[in-house]
Structure formats: structure tokens, C-alpha cells
């Protein structure tokens, strides 16, 4: 019960810090070597009781522990959120994610409807997400493509914001590194986990944010501006939220690109054709190579 609470305290710790503008990975890096320190204290036993890495000092303990625990991660889960960072950034670079987010978005404008249109803006967003695993690769692009729509159709600026924030909130997809790490605790592929584990739930969640978009940024405009807490000026598209787009053109044909590692870890999976085991590690590289190869070309 008492690991329960340290955890709970941490967690609070750690919110605490990021509110206070502390960068989120020493936060969180602090916060972790505190609770260790909490466990080594309190615990009869030594962290590293019987371990051949123990330093026989407690204080050198928890350094070992958390070195021991990095080891262990970077090998599996951290080599494939390093691949899937460089795939995404290197397709960022080349203006595929540009060209994807346009084709995508190019429907929502022919929806007039302005709180429609903000749900199914969400919606297309947390679609994109599973391709794209970038939050702030995927906001900035929402932000340019997406967010002058909401406003032109007669969305406020919050509630379109509001709307572009939640878009990656699911963390859905193989690439996404929750997905990879609760796929290795289930001894299952992460495309296994994403089609068996996380669709059936994902179309529910999906539908009842978008319909709560819907419903509640309509509510809250409506009444906001009634109040006078909004003006007509929050409902126009201003230059403070302009953003420099710094993204390269490309052809549409790159849009493609995302979606490659996803069709691979599909294709050579339990679902179309095991004769093959195609890692995702592996389907990241193989995309990363074929788009190099195309780029070059081109």
C-alpha cells in the first residue's frame, strides 16, 4: 500500500513539475531516482539483493538499478522508438507528412457545417496519428491545414485548438511507443495488439470525442459569446496564430510513404500472410531505405 502511495505522490510530483515549465524528461528522470531512493530506503532488502551488478552501497544501488533498467529498454523498446523518430523526421524533412495531411484534409472542405466539420477534423486527425506518431509533427500540420478551415467555417479559435489537442490524445498505431511496450508484455506482435486490441475500442473512442466535440464546443461557443467571455474576434483567424510553414513540397505520391511500414507490418502478419516475420523495426528500416531510394531518384 505504501508503494502505491509513493507512486501516486510521484505522479503528482512530476505533473507539478511540468505545470512549473521543468523540462519533462529531467522531471521525470529526478522524480524516478527519488522513488528508487524511497524503495532502497524503506525496503529490508538491498535494491540489487543477489545481483552480480550489486555495488554493496546503497547509494550506488539505485544508480545501478536505473542503469540496469535503461540497458534492458534501450535494447528493445528504445531501438524502435529511435527507428520510428528517425522514419517520421526523415519523411517530415522530405514533405511526405505534408502531402499526406493535405490529401487527407482536402474533403473537409467542402463541409459548411462548423461543428461537423470540427468532428470530423478530429477524427481524420486521430486517423493520421496512427501513421504519423508525432504529436507535434501532427499539431503543427493540423494547425496549418486543418485549424483556417474550423475558423472560416465559423469555429472559435478554442474550440478549434481544443479539437487539434486531442487529435494524438489515443496514442494509437504500431509505431506508437505505448503500443510497442504493452505488445512486448503481452508476448504479441504490435500489429496484433493494434488490429485485435486497440480497433474495436479505438471506432467506440473515436465516434463519442467526436460526437462530445460536436456537442460541446457548440455549447460552450454559444454561451461563451453570450457571456462575453468570447468576441467576434475569436472567431477569425489571426496573425499571432499563423504558422510558419517550414515543411519542403513534395509530390503526392509521397503521401504514401507513412502508410508503408503499417501495409508491411499488415501484409506479413497473422492477418494476410505469416511466411514471412517482418519486424517492426525492420518494416521502419525497409520504409526508411525505399523512401531514401525514391527521394534520390527524384
Not at 11 to 18: E, H, R, W
Not at 42 to 67: M, R
Not at 184 to 208: C, H, N, R, W
Request: hydrophobic letters at 55%; a positive charge.
Amino acid at each position: 500500500m505504501f508503494g502505491i502511495i509513493c507512486v501516486l505522490l510521484g505522479v503528482i510530483l512530476v505533473g507539478f513539475l511540468i505545470v512549473k515549465r521543468y523540462y519533462a524528461p529531467w522531471s521525470l528522470f529526478l522524480v524516478g531516482i527519488i522513488l528508487l531512493a524511497v524503495m532502497a530506503t524503506i525496503s529490508p532488502e538491498p535494491l540489487l539483493h543477489g545481483a552480480k551488478s550489486a555495488t554493496k552501497s546503497a547509494f550506488f544501488d539505485v544508480i545501478q538499478y536505473f542503469t540496469n533498467q535503461s540497458k534492458s529498454i534501450l535494447v528493445g523498446l528504445g531501438l524502435n522508438i529511435m527507428i520510428i523518430s528517425g522514419f517520421a523526421d526523415y519523411l517530415d524533412k522530405i514533405g511526405a507528412t505534408r502531402s499526406m495531411v493535405e490529401i487527407a484534409a482536402k474533403p473537409l472542405s467542402y463541409v459548411k457545417s462548423p461543428y461537423l466539420l470540427l468532428a470530423l477534423a478530429y477524427a481524420l486527425g486521430q486517423l493520421i496519428n496512427v501513421f504519423i506518431p508525432s504529436a507535434v509533427g501532427l499539431g503543427v500540420l493540423m494547425m496549418l491545414m486543418v485549424y483556417p478551415l474550423l475558423i472560416s467555417v465559423g469555429c472559435s479559435n478554442v474550440a478549434a485548438v481544443a479539437c487539434i489537442i486531442t487529435m494524438s490524445a489515443l496514442d494509437l498505431g504500431p509505431a506508437s511507443a505505448n503500443s510497442i511496450l504493452t505488445a512486448k508484455l503481452a508476448s504479441i506482435s504490435p500489429m496484433e495488439y493494434f488490429v485485435d486490441g486497440q480497433i474495436p475500442v479505438a471506432i467506440v473512442t473515436v465516434i463519442a470525442v467526436a460526437a462530445t466535440h460536436f456537442f460541446y464546443q457548440k455549447f460552450m461557443d454559444k454561451r461563451d459569446l453570450a457571456s462575453g467571455k468570447l468576441t467576434a474576434k475569436d472567431f477569425e483567424l489571426h496573425s499571432e496564430f499563423e504558422v510558419k510553414d517550414e515543411r519542403k513540397s513534395a509530390p503526392k505520391i509521397y503521401a504514401l510513404f507513412p502508410v508503408l511500414p503499417i501495409v508491411l507490418l499488415f501484409i506479413f502478419s497473422k492477418f494476410v500472410y505469416s511466411g514471412y516475420r517482418v519486424e517492426l523495426a525492420t518494416a521502419m528500416m525497409t520504409c526508411t531505405l525505399f523512401s531514401f531510394l525514391v527521394d534520390l531518384s527524384g
